[in-house]
């Protein structure tokens, strides 16, 4: 058998460029999954998934021409079954072989084996192994019918098809070519109306040939880079246009930089087939637009990438991924720069517009614009936010910090309202905080209108002031506790309301800023500002953020023993359960622990079992030696470990409990809990208790058994 290297194209129209990179590692994935598993290619061959706006291919290294014939064993039916008392085979066993296309004669060769408790018929055979073009037409249907397309088009086939013009097919865009070679031989595929060839076509305007012939699959990436101006590789050409990137904004001196967005590289690499990068420039005048507008415009409306001075400040130069590369790209820079002032003056008449109103005067009409059907308008969400805002900001800096969180909440959702928000969203809290500095309000108020969203996602920075803190907090509890008290809760990959994510940023206000805030008391805080909109869900919502929080920890590194041992508790102050983690882990590798981690899961079970029977500890009723050296230990330590306790240093209390290993092993060993004396029973339950409540203030450290 020959191993040759493989290469499978579908060349079609432009493809979704967000959806690119995906379609073509699915493709090559999917295809030489289902080589290997017909053992058409080794389980390590090397796989490289080309991905370009027309073009979807894999390279499939080591792929036989014919997968090798391999044994196969069927069981057909027990013995008693399939032979009848003078050993001749039963209508059963006949009717089995022949779906299997054997007959009679091969009833003497077929393999009696124990199976369970009875013996049973085995068909052996060798299965000949799959040719290529069989096997390679399985694999390329399945990856085909297996692509995530966003969205399936229906196009006709105009020939090599039933009804030229009338029959259909579905697929992700139309498909105008298929190559499939096995080294330098076409492979006779069929797909999507197409057969198999080495034609395919390069850049739609700078291919030196067309159509570009590929002489063997090893071929194909440097044929397509010289003779169709295309870098096939989808990792390839995004590094080309970084560098590319990178190489004009030096040009450009000044320590300018573009603006790091993955994102939109990737989208930029998933537009072009030969990138070139081009410097433009825009007006200076527009510069006095927040930069945020004019970077959100450029970005998102025409997939530039604006370029930053040393400073971060937006410059008047921005960069351009052309897909072309004439001698002159005079005309081209002038077209993206005649393109681009449209959008950065309808950014400029949106700012001036917007600041002719003052962000108080726009408060009233939030009453107009509804949140949700059943907690009403975005007006009475912002009095929920302010209740929830002064109570907090109450307890956390006094009147002080009350008042400029009544005052920055009351504000925070008016540029909901402003033309800016209105035609880009994703500025919603930026846009207030200019506003606010031009009506001449504090920079803490201004700061605290921006940051009320943050953080606004995984890694995003909190809040800068106590004002914005407290106005974030109250932002996103109105939100948690409004949403769980109406039922609207997350279901499996659906939360609308983004309620993990908010659940998640309450905490990581509490643990980050290490508030001294108990979770309930702050839960319960914000239910009285909806009246009776709502019923209280404050348990419910308390054990969604404790499953956030421990999800949280095991992605930070945290086992997930150590985090279910100091959640069982479920501990009111969030900031000080890293304290709490860090000392249940050097409590752990304590020679001591796995016993005492152990006694105390026992000590659980016992007084789960004898709930109610336990009483005040009397010394006069200790009969035992080991009880009263229990008692006599837990007098002498304890006391110590409930200080360092109180003190917040959890770790110090752990390893100061760990001294009462011997008498507890001491006390299970020679003392009978469950004794015929009620009394004594009651009084040593009664120890054990106030052993059990010694040992679980940090963390419930029987999750710690194994």
Same mark, same amino acid.
């Given at each position: 058998?020959?191993?040759?290297?493989?290469?499978?194209?579908?060349?079609?129209?432009?493809?979704?460029?967000?959806?690119?990179? @995906?379609?073509?590692?699915?493709?090559?994935?999917?295809?030489?999954?289902?080589?290997?598993?017909?053992?058409?290619?080794?389980?390590?061959?090397?796989?490289?998934?080309?991905?370009?706006?027309?073009?979807?291919?894999?390279?499939?290294?080591?792929?036989?021409?014919?997968?090798?014939?391999?044994?196969?064993?069927?069981?057909?039916?027990?013995?008693?079954?399939?032979?009848?008392?003078?050993?001749?085979?039963?209508?059963?066993?006949?009717?089995?072989?022949?779906?299997?296309?054997?007959?009679?004669?091969?009833?003497?060769?077929?393999?009696?084996?124990?199976?369970?408790?009875?013996?049973?018929?085995?068909?052996?055979?060798?299965?000949?192994? %799959?040719?290529?073009?069989?096997?390679?037409?399985?694999?390329?249907?399945?990856?085909?019918?297996?692509?995530?397309?966003?969205?399936?088009?229906?196009?006709?086939?105009?020939?090599?098809?039933?009804?030229?013009?009338?029959?259909?097919?579905?697929?992700?865009?139309?498909?105008?070519?298929?190559?499939?070679?096995?080294?330098?031989?076409?492979?006779?595929?069929?797909?999507?109306?197409?057969?198999?060839?080495?034609?395919?076509?390069?850049?739609?305007?700078?291919?030196?040939?067309?159509?570009?012939?590929?002489?063997?699959?090893?071929?194909?990436?440097?044929?397509?880079?010289?003779?169709?101006?295309?870098?096939?590789?989808?990792?390839?050409?995004?590094?080309?246009?970084?560098?590319?990137?990178?190489?004009?904004?030096?040009?450009?001196?000044?320590?300018?930089?573009?603006?790091?967005?993955?994102?939109?590289?990737?989208?930029?690499?998933?537009?072009?087939?030969?990138?070139?990068?081009?410097?433009?420039?825009?007006?200076?005048?527009?510069?006095?637009?927040?930069?945020?507008?004019?970077?959100?415009?450029?970005?998102?409306?025409?997939?530039?990438?604006?370029?930053?001075?040393?400073?971060?400040?937006?410059?008047?130069?921005?960069?351009?991924?052309?897909?072309?590369?004439?001698?002159?790209?005079?005309?081209?820079?002038?077209?993206?720069?005649?393109?681009?002032?449209?959008?950065?003056?309808?950014?400029?008449?949106?700012?001036?517009?917007?600041?002719?109103?003052?962000?108080?005067?726009?408060?009233?009409?939030?009453?107009?614009?509804?949140?949700?059907?059943?907690?009403?308008?975005?007006?009475?969400?912002?009095?929920?936010?302010?209740?929830?805002?002064?109570?907090?900001?109450?307890?956390?800096?006094?009147?002080?910090?009350?008042?400029?969180?009544?005052?920055?909440?009351?504000?925070?959702?008016?540029?909901?309202?402003?033309?800016?928000?209105?035609?880009?969203?994703?500025?919603?809290?930026?846009?207030?905080?200019?506003?606010?500095?031009?009506?001449?309000?504090?920079?803490?108020?201004?700061?605290?209108?921006?940051?009320?969203?943050?953080?606004?996602?995984?890694?995003?920075?909190?809040?800068?002031?106590?004002?914005?803190?407290?106005?974030?907090?109250?932002?996103?509890?109105?939100?948690?506790?409004?949403?769980?008290?109406?039922?609207?809760?997350?279901?499996?990959?659906?939360?609308?309301?983004?309620?993990?994510?908010?659940?998640?940023?309450?905490?990581?206000?509490?643990?980050? @800023?290490?508030?001294?805030?108990?979770?309930?008391?702050?839960?319960?805080?914000?239910?009285?500002?909806?009246?009776?909109?709502?019923?209280?869900?404050?348990?419910?919502?308390?054990?969604?953020?404790?499953?956030?929080?421990?999800?949280?920890?095991?992605?930070?590194?945290?086992?997930?023993?150590?985090?279910?041992?100091?959640?069982?508790?479920?501990?009111?102050?969030?900031?000080?359960?890293?304290?709490?983690?860090?000392?249940?882990?050097?409590?752990?590798?304590?020679?001591?622990?796995?016993?005492?981690?152990?006694?105390?899961?026992?000590?659980?079970?016992?007084?789960?079992?004898?709930?109610?029977?336990?009483?005040?500890?009397?010394?006069?009723?200790?009969?035992?030696?080991?009880?009263?050296?229990?008692?006599?230990?837990?007098?002498?330590? %304890?006391?110590?470990?409930?200080?360092?306790?109180?003190?917040?240093?959890?770790?110090?209390?752990?390893?100061?409990?760990?001294?009462?290993?011997?008498?507890?092993?001491?006390?299970?060993?020679?003392?009978?809990?469950?004794?015929?004396?009620?009394?004594?029973?009651?009084?040593?339950?009664?120890?054990?208790?106030?052993?059990?409540?010694?040992?679980?203030?940090?963390?419930?450290?029987?999750?710690?058994?194994?």
């Amino acid at each position: 058998m020959t191993n040759k290297n493989l290469l499978v194209e579908l060349f079609v129209e432009e493809l979704p460029p967000k959806a690119l990179r @995906k379609l073509g590692d699915a493709f090559a994935g999917v295809l030489a999954e289902q080589l290997k598993a017909q053992g058409l290619a080794p389980a390590d061959a090397v796989v490289t998934a080309y991905a370009s706006p027309r073009r979807l291919a894999a390279h499939v290294a080591g792929v036989a021409a014919r997968a090798a014939d391999k044994a196969v064993s069927q069981k057909l039916m027990p013995v008693s079954v399939g032979l009848d008392a003078q050993g001749q085979p039963t209508p059963a066993l006949l009717k089995r072989l022949a779906g299997l296309g054997a007959d009679a004669s091969a009833v003497a060769g077929l393999r009696r084996a124990p199976d369970g408790k009875a013996e049973a018929l085995f068909f052996d055979s060798v299965q000949a192994g %799959v040719e290529l073009a069989a096997g390679l037409q399985k694999a390329l249907d399945e990856a085909i019918a297996k692509l995530p397309i966003p969205k399936v088009m229906t196009y006709q086939l105009e020939t090599d098809c039933e009804l030229p013009g009338w029959s259909s097919v579905k697929f992700v865009r139309p498909a105008h070519g298929l190559v499939a070679l096995h080294g330098a031989d076409v492979v006779p595929v069929k797909a999507l109306g197409l057969s198999a060839g080495r034609d395919t076509h390069g850049h739609r305007f700078e291919a030196a040939t067309d159509p570009v012939r590929i002489a063997d699959a090893d071929a194909y990436a440097a044929t397509l880079a010289r003779d169709g101006a295309v870098i096939a590789s989808f990792d390839e050409r995004k590094a080309e246009i970084a560098r590319q990137l990178a190489a004009a904004a030096d040009r450009v001196g000044g320590g300018c930089r573009p603006i790091e967005d993955e994102a939109l590289l990737d989208e930029v690499t998933a537009l072009v087939e030969r990138p070139n990068v081009l410097v433009c420039q825009f007006e200076e005048e527009f510069l006095a637009v927040p930069q945020e507008c004019l970077i959100l415009t450029m970005k998102a409306n025409q997939k530039y990438f604006p370029l930053l001075d040393a400073q971060g400040r937006l410059t008047n130069k921005f960069l351009v991924v052309s897909n072309i590369a004439p001698q002159d790209a005079s005309a081209v820079v002038q077209g993206n720069e005649r393109v681009v002032r449209p959008r950065l003056a309808d950014a400029k008449f949106f700012f001036d517009q917007d600041r002719k109103k003052t962000l108080e005067s726009r408060v009233e009409g939030l009453s107009k614009v509804v949140y949700h059907n059943k907690l009403g308008s975005q007006g009475e969400r912002v009095e929920r936010v302010r209740a929830i805002a002064r109570a907090i900001g109450q307890q956390l800096g006094g009147d002080v910090l009350a008042h400029s969180a009544d005052t920055a909440a009351c504000l925070a959702k008016t540029d909901l309202l402003t033309d800016m928000v209105g035609e880009f969203p994703e500025l919603q809290g930026i846009m207030g905080g200019y506003y606010a500095r031009h009506d001449g309000l504090s920079e803490d108020i201004a700061f605290a209108i921006e940051d009320h969203y943050k953080p606004r996602f995984a890694g995003d920075e909190l809040p800068r002031s106590p004002t914005g803190l407290v106005v974030a907090l109250a932002d996103k509890l109105e939100t948690l506790v409004g949403m769980f008290g109406i039922g609207n809760l997350p279901t499996g990959d659906k939360d609308p309301f983004a309620l993990r994510r908010h659940a998640l940023g309450v905490i990581r206000m509490l643990v980050e @800023k290490d508030l001294p805030l108990e979770l309930t008391a702050l839960l319960s805080v914000a239910v009285p500002a909806f009246g009776d909109k709502i019923s209280d869900a404050t348990p419910a919502l308390a054990e969604f953020i404790y499953d956030r929080l421990a999800g949280s920890l095991r992605e930070q590194g945290a086992s997930a023993q150590e985090v279910d041992a100091v959640l069982a508790l479920r501990p009111q102050r969030l900031a000080d359960v890293a304290q709490r983690l860090q000392a249940v882990r050097a409590f752990a590798a304590l020679p001591e622990a796995p016993a005492l981690a152990a006694a105390n899961k026992r000590i659980g079970n016992i007084l789960k079992k004898s709930e109610g029977e336990g009483a005040a500890v009397n010394t006069a009723l200790f009969v035992e030696a080991a009880e009263k050296d229990l008692h006599a230990a837990m007098q002498a330590i %304890v006391p110590s470990a409930d200080a360092k306790f109180a003190a917040g240093d959890y770790t110090g209390s752990l390893q100061a409990l760990a001294a009462l290993r011997g008498p507890v092993d001491a006390f299970f060993d020679g003392v009978m809990v469950n004794a015929d004396d009620a009394a004594l029973k009651a009084n040593r339950l009664g120890l054990l208790q106030s052993l059990h409540e010694a040992m679980n203030r940090v963390a419930d450290l029987s999750r710690l058994a194994a």
